[in-house]
């Protein structure tokens, strides 16, 4: 299994403004995502972090929206750039360990508000 | 494209019942489906995959079954408590994760 944890848990952040959450992982893991959650909704990926290279988005993200780091297997951080209301949200790392089972793991997720 | 769909999408029963939640998926060259339980405001906690050759799987007082052919698998919980108010997710996992919308219970005292 993998425990993962994230920084910051929530926060209250300003239009224009930028957030950078982190994501670390207690073991190395094969793949690192993101999700987000928008309020009552199921979870959308926003992109699959690689490891050395840059992002995987899914339709309707960008790079420069959203840019995300991956420096090592157990470490990613995904920034949310100029921030509007509609980016409120929950934001979730996941992992999966890409051997086995292919059990697929969540960060406690950070809530962000934009005023 | 795979859809995942949950129904219901919320469901309300008193203490001690059986239920069983619904989940679906239009492709089923699946490798696995995982079943999440969320809390209001927090991350996924997972509560059972099954493997795709796999039918059911079992925790506790959970147990979830997995028929790829109908493209169906049902989450049961049995006797029931007040802790299991939540919101149940399964997603279908072939080339990537899909999520369905959920099914929030609340379970009455």
């Known amino acids: 299994s993998a425990v993962i944890s994230q920084k910051p848990s929530r926060d209250i952040c300003q239009r224009g403004t930028s957030l950078t959450i982190q994501c670390q992982v207690d073991s190395q893991v094969t793949m690192m995502f993101w999700y987000r959650q928008q309020p009552g909704q199921s979870l959308t990926l926003i992109a699959t972090?690689?490891?050395?290279?840059?992002?995987?988005?899914e339709s309707g993200f960008v790079i420069d929206k959203f840019p995300i780091s991956r420096p090592n297997l157990t470490f990613s951080t995904l920034t949310v750039s100029n921030m509007s209301p509609e980016d409120s949200s929950i934001y979730l790392c996941?992992?999966?360990?890409?051997?086995?089972?292919?059990?697929?793991?969540f960060g406690p997720g950070t809530r962000l508000t934009v005023t | 494209k795979q859809e995942v769909t949950q129904i219901p999408a919320a469901l309300s029963v008193p203490e001690g019942e059986n239920l069983v939640l619904n989940c679906s998926f239009t492709d089923s060259a699946i490798y696995n489906l995982q079943w999440f339980r969320q809390d209001p405001g927090k991350g996924l906690t997972s509560l059972l995959l099954i493997q795709s050759s796999q039918r059911e799987q079992t925790s506790g007082r959970l147990n979830a079954s997995l028929d790829k052919s109908s493209g169906r698998s049902t989450l049961y919980i049995a006797a029931s408590q007040p802790g299991d108010s939540a919101t149940y997710l399964c997603a279908a996992y072939n080339n990537d994760m899909r999520f369905g919308a959920g099914t929030r219970l609340t379970v009455k005292p």
């Open positions: 996941s992992a999966r360990t890409g051997r086995g089972s292919y059990e697929q793991y």
């Open positions: 972090a690689n490891q050395g290279s840059e992002a995987t988005y």
